[in-house]
């Protein structure tokens, strides 16, 4: 069964600039969380879709929005590019999303904004 | 103050050795506890799921322990390989409501030979 994939896995873009990001989970998943990881920060929880309905959202700015589709791939979507939005971006998917089963990482897509 | 915190941030060991990383929580109460391990340049895999009721649990040569009195949580790592370089990050999962992921800052170890 293949894993999560994200694309792109590099990104580089500048100041203003906006940048959409896709993650295709695990055959069978529904649910969708993405997450951003900076060397500062760590891992911060960005949002969770689940059945094409966000179900869960992180304390992120409204530049940060996403959705999903019917087939469970989802996109993120980050708009007016800041230096801070440079980081790893990773998405998570799981069956049900309930908060107690595995969740299985994608490699991440890496953003660098100029 | 970070709601969970490890310990130590950096870790360097011998190959064969074993070790021990730390994870302190103030948040609560909460649904499960997670390790995961991530390589360089890679997405985390999850190493094990504790709910607030365990005590323990195993894979392979990964004990995860939990002590919910004092809201304390280890990795054990036994016979270290190389291939356990990695960071280990400590999540805790909260329920009020929906659920939130707490992530600690993770420790980093490095196995030299």
């Known amino acids: 069964k293949a894993g999560v994939t994200q694309t792109p896995r590099y990104l580089i873009k500048t100041r203003g600039q906006q940048v959409t990001l896709s993650c295709s989970p695990i055959s069978g998943h529904r649910s969708v969380s993405w997450y951003q990881q900076t060397p500062g920060q760590g891992l911060q929880f960005l949002f969770e879709y689940f059945s094409e309905t966000q179900r869960n959202k992180g304390n992120f700015p409204g530049r940060f929005s996403g959705r999903q589709f019917s087939n469970s791939r989802s996109e993120m979507n980050v708009s007016t590019l800041e230096l801070g939005d440079s980081a790893l971006y990773l998405c998570a998917s799981s069956l049900g999303g309930s908060g107690q089963e595995t969740q299985y990482f994608g490699p991440g897509t890496r953003l660098l904004v100029l | ?113």
């Open chain 2, 1 to 113: 103050k970070n709601q969970v915190e490890q310990s130590p941030q950096s870790l360097i060991i011998l190959e064969g050795k074993n070790c021990t990383l730390q994870c302190n929580y103030t948040v609560s109460p909460f649904s499960n506890l997670r390790w995961y391990k991530q390589d360089t340049g890679r997405g985390p895999v999850s190493l094990t799921i504790m709910t607030f009721s365990e005590n323990t649990k195993s894979n392979g040569r990964y004990t995860a322990t939990l002590d919910a009195d004092t809201k304390q949580s280890s990795l054990h790592i036994t016979a270290s390989q190389l291939s356990d370089s990695a960071s280990y990050i400590c999540v805790v999962i909260l329920t009020s409501g929906t659920y939130k992921y707490i992530f600690g800052t993770g420790t980093r170890l490095k196995v030299l030979a």
